[in-house]
């Protein structure tokens, strides 16, 4: 486009106008998190009196103490990782080969299936059967159920795909004429090729676990295999049903909002880690193949 | 001996057939050039040779194996494709060495095949690139290189310098005409580009609609193309082609271009044809423009000089059919805007039969 | 018949290996998504868990009468479209004014950070969204009631008050998916061709102009194909942050199908009757996003799938 010394004064008044706008946008879309993040170092009194805007009121590590000797608090931080390192493995290694099979023009009846994959996009059974079904295949209350319930689903299988059927034929063609079977093929060729979409369906993975909640609020029984969603769903729980037992912790040096916030930062700081890394995917498009879908 | 033999080649994809029945017999390290027009099959015809697609009827012989049923790996043929499907993620090094590896060939012998193949091509300084950071020309080496290290029997190209720029495809094409010699290994290039086949051929196959139209080294069908179809393609500008009618005797025919009568060459084929309707065929370099002993004199209308440097091309034509002609400029082409005559010397005439386009042979024939 | 077997033998001689590659992605399929719908019978029988799904009788359509003539189920059904339009209207627009005003910034450092901030939410989890949500608007410590207290106004327990539960989830849903969201209309007015800019600023347009008669109508195709979409998705709710944050005090504007089912089946043990709650909402998804996709087709010319 043109350069700046082309525009009029209204089109830089527009322009700074904008800028300020969005600015306001972006801040307010931040502002949630430092909030949470100075109640989290304020002192439960400050934080129950309704004190912080900004910053800490009476900086205090008083919450993260609380949390951090918490034995649930390290438990479900372990379970989350668990589920989330092995449910993004299991997905990659059902996801990449089905979405690489399926973008083959040899494969025979390659639309029937295809169109199995994508029809679970447009009807699924639902909640009942599904919870029904895991209890019969005996997956209730197991890291493995949890895992492997949840490592596949047409959008990233259909994502993948696309980009494999935007490699040129010739890869293969060359590869083949080289001695490759499929495997190497997929493994030294595809994969490779596909970096870029492959880093976007595992963070999707990775998200898509780290954050999940409900199934396995559902799922699992036992105290010792919840992730750190449904242990901070607890206390959260906890603040918004019971008045009384916050009440209570009024002279304490901690309140459940700073405990809350304090976990909810624990939690988010691995997100902020990976964030960064994996941002750099959002535009090249390679988003919009699963998006067109 | 490694040479390959079509015979009666079938594509079929579903109901339609693309590939007719080709009959082919290539010749130990014969340079053979399939061209013609996109959608004639040729590459079709390449891919079944690799094994990349499968033969629905014919048999394929490659040094004297019947492969129809190998797989491409096993064939030992070597490819070179359009885009080079050169691996990005790997240097040049592990582009060229891909196959070997794969083959599970040792470390020491895979190096020493590289740098030897690097040293063929000029690419030694090169081996760490990634192919992001190479020149077309140099990404076009890399994938002959790979083709080359595995010593296959055949090399079958598939138009490998249509991505490359003019200048460099010329160059390429050198190059590829001197790395045949050199390794003489039998070789099989796709193109729709004409030069290509007439530059770098030993034999040219024409091919059209899933047919060959004609076999031959260039400069036969340069001279005697079996049909119209032959004269367009071969030849640039293409070949002049006007209809008319035989007519006068035997033993002087001739036939009314515009208004002119222009004597035919005393083709055998032509005896008894007067009335017949023909297609009479002038290559643009055989269109004179100043008079010669015997030669047909037709007078034109000038519409444009194309100034190609030592040579010229005058656009002209002849009633109302584009004629156009060749000539050497001899560094000036102001005299040429005065040319209203060009002169054709009878035995450089093609007659073609209007109906089939198929030629009246020449007696040079043969 | 003895060709065709011939030839499918070599077939899968030469190709096995890609049928071994799809089989794992087929049989989960099967397994957690096909499985799962010969399930779906038990909506039309009397299941008990010690007779299965196979042994228990069938009873017709008695608990989708049982449904309809429920108010709990018509309430729900009626909040998740009342629920799903609002969004529509207020949250639709939100990710369009964001791209066209991203594609205003001309400075790529400002505009890459403020990218990076709005993106960021939709990659929070639903349950600390809800924990930002119930903190911030906690009655005694939550800054919402700190600046409304600002204007004295006295504290509001939000949380608790059926009128506000719709405004509360609307706008946490904005706040977390409006910036991720605009990523689609970027990518479209990417695809814009800059000589229509170029030649516009040769006729002398001004910025504001070139947004309203050349960003806006480009993208158009796209934002219709979207909106078509979230049509055909007016019963997806996120479901996930109602649990977390209605209670019983605000079932009555919050109350969902989803948390209705989820409720019914999995906390009161009502899997037959969940079940058919759950097919019904399947089918009427179905037919709606059936019927979006065929409307985007006939729009846009390019089928969405």
């Not at chain 1, 490779?192 to 799922?219: D, E, H, Q, Y």
Request: aromatic fraction near 12%.
């Amino acid at each position: 486009m043109a350069k700046m010394n082309l525009y009029s004064r209204g089109d830089k008044l527009f322009v700074i106008a904008n800028m300020v706008l969005i600015g306001i946008f972006a801040l307010s879309t931040l502002y949630p998190f430092i909030y949470i993040a100075a109640v989290s170092f304020s002192s439960g009194f400050a934080a129950t009196a309704g004190k912080v805007i900004l910053t800490p009121v009476d900086l205090t590590l008083a919450a993260y103490e609380r949390v951090l000797s918490e034995p649930e608090f390290w438990r479900s931080y372990l379970n989350t990782f668990i589920y989330t390192i092995g449910g993004t493995l299991m997905s990659l290694i059902i996801i990449i080969p089905g979405a690489y099979a399926l973008s083959r023009p040899q494969l025979i009846g390659r639309r029937f299936w295809n169109l199995v994959v994508a029809f679970t996009m447009w009807f699924n059974a639902g909640m009942i059967p599904f919870f029904l079904n895991m209890r019969d295949l005996g997956l209730m209350d197991s890291y493995f159920g949890l895992i492997i319930g949840f490592a596949c689903n047409a959008f990233n299988i259909i994502l993948l795909r696309n980009f494999f059927e935007s490699i040129p034929a010739s890869f293969e063609e060359a590869a083949r004429m080289d001695g490759a079977n499929e495997f190497q093929v997929l493994w030294k060729v595809f994969v490779p090729l596909s970096k870029p979409a492959i880093a976007t369906v595992t963070l999707f993975c990775i998200v898509a676990r780290w954050n999940g909640f409900f199934w396995a609020m559902v799922l699992l029984q036992d105290e010792s295999k919840i992730p750190l969603q449904v242990y901070l769903r607890q206390i959260i729980a906890t603040l918004s049903d019971d008045e009384e037992f916050a009440s209570t912790l009024l002279t304490a040096p901690y309140s459940v909002e700073t405990v809350t916030a304090a976990i909810i930062v624990c939690s988010i700081i691995p997100v902020l880690i990976i964030y960064p890394f994996v941002q750099k995917y959002f535009n090249k498009g390679i988003l919009l193949g699963g998006v067109k879908e | 001996m490694s040479g390959v033999v079509l015979d009666k080649i079938v594509k079929r994809y579903g109901a339609a057939q693309v590939v007719h029945g080709i009959d082919l017999q290539i010749e130990p390290q014969e340079f053979v050039v399939l061209v013609g027009p996109s959608g004639c099959g040729k590459s079709t015809t390449l891919r079944m040779i690799a094994g990349l697609e499968e033969i629905s009827d014919g048999n394929l012989t490659i040094a004297d194996r019947h492969v129809n049923n190998v797989a491409p790996k096993d064939r030992d043929v070597a490819m070179v494709f359009q885009n080079y499907a050169l691996y990005p993620h790997l240097n040049v090094a592990e582009n060229i060495a891909f196959g070997l590896r794969i083959r599970k060939v040792k470390k020491p012998e895979i190096a020493k095949s590289v740098s030897e193949v690097a040293e063929i091509l000029g690419l030694t300084d090169y081996l760490d690139r990634r192919p992001a950071d190479l020149s077309g020309g140099q990404r076009q080496r890399v994938a002959m290189g790979r083709a080359i290290v595995r010593h296959p029997e055949v090399f079958l190209f598939d138009e490998p310098l249509s991505n490359l720029d003019a200048k460099l495809r010329t160059q390429m094409r050198a190059e590829i005409k001197r790395l045949h010699k050199r390794l003489g290994v039998t070789s099989i290039y796709v193109t729709h580009d004409q030069v290509e086949a007439m530059t770098l051929a030993d034999r040219i196959v024409v091919m059209r609609d899933g047919r060959i139209e004609q076999i031959g080294r260039p400069m036969d069908l340069f001279n005697n193309p079996v049909n119209t179809f032959v004269a367009g393609f071969i030849g640039s500008p293409p070949m002049n082609q006007l209809t008319a009618v035989v007519e006068g005797g035997d033993d002087a025919p001739f036939a009314t271009l515009g208004e002119t009568k222009v004597k035919l060459p005393k083709l055998p084929q032509l005896q008894g044809q007067a009335g017949r309707k023909v297609v009479v065929g002038i290559r643009p370099e055989h269109a004179l423009i100043t008079p010669v002993d015997g030669a047909s004199a037709i007078p034109l209308d000038l519409d444009l000089v194309e100034t190609l440097g030592s040579e010229a091309l005058l656009h002209t034509h002849v009633g109302d059919t584009p004629f156009v002609i060749k000539t050497e400029t001899h560094g000036d082409i102001d005299h040429l805007y005065d040319v209203d005559k060009v002169y054709i010397n009878a035995e450089k005439i093609k007659v073609f039969d209007a109906e089939t386009g198929d030629v009246f042979a020449h007696p040079t024939q043969g | 018949m003895q060709k065709k077997l011939a030839w499918f033998l070599q077939h899968m001689r030469r190709e096995w290996q890609i049928y071994v590659l799809l089989a794992p992605t087929i049989i989960w399929f099967i397994l957690f998504l096909y499985k799962p719908m010969y399930g779906l019978q038990i909506a039309f029988k009397d299941y008990s868990i010690f007779r299965g799904i196979a042994g228990s009788p069938w009873v017709g359509f008695e608990h989708f009468q049982t449904l309809f003539e429920s108010d709990t189920f018509v309430r729900a059904l009626k909040n998740t479209v009342i629920i799903s339009a609002l969004s529509m209207m207020f949250g639709f627009p939100m990710p369009i004014i964001l791209a066209l005003m991203f594609n205003e910034i001309l400075n790529q450092t400002y505009k890459k950070t403020a990218q990076t901030l709005v993106y960021l939410p939709h990659f929070i989890s639903t349950v600390i969204i809800a924990g930002i949500v119930v903190t911030a608007f906690s009655p005694s410590a939550g800054i919402v009631n700190t600046i409304i207290g600002w204007f004295g106004i006295e504290p509001i327990y939000f949380l608790t008050k059926p009128e506000w539960f719709r405004p509360i989830f609307i706008g946490s849903g904005i706040w977390q998916e409006a910036g991720f969201s605009s990523i689609v209309f970027l990518a479209a007015i990417a695809g814009v061709n800059p000589s229509l800019y170029e030649s516009a600023v040769v006729d002398g347009a001004s910025r504001w102009q070139m947004m309203w008669k050349i960003t806006l109508p480009s993208i158009m195709p796209t934002i219709i194909i979207m909106l078509i979409i979230r049509i055909g998705n007016i019963l997806e709710i996120g479901f996930e942050l109602v649990i977390l944050l209605y209670q019983p005090a605000t079932y009555q504007t919050a109350d969902v199908i989803n948390t209705f089912i989820y409720r019914q089946g999995l906390q009161g043990g009502q899997y037959d009757v969940a079940a058919a709650a759950g097919l019904f909402n399947a089918v009427v998804a179905f037919v709606l996003v059936m019927t979006a996709n065929t409307i985007s087709r006939r729009v846009s010319r390019t089928s969405l799938w």
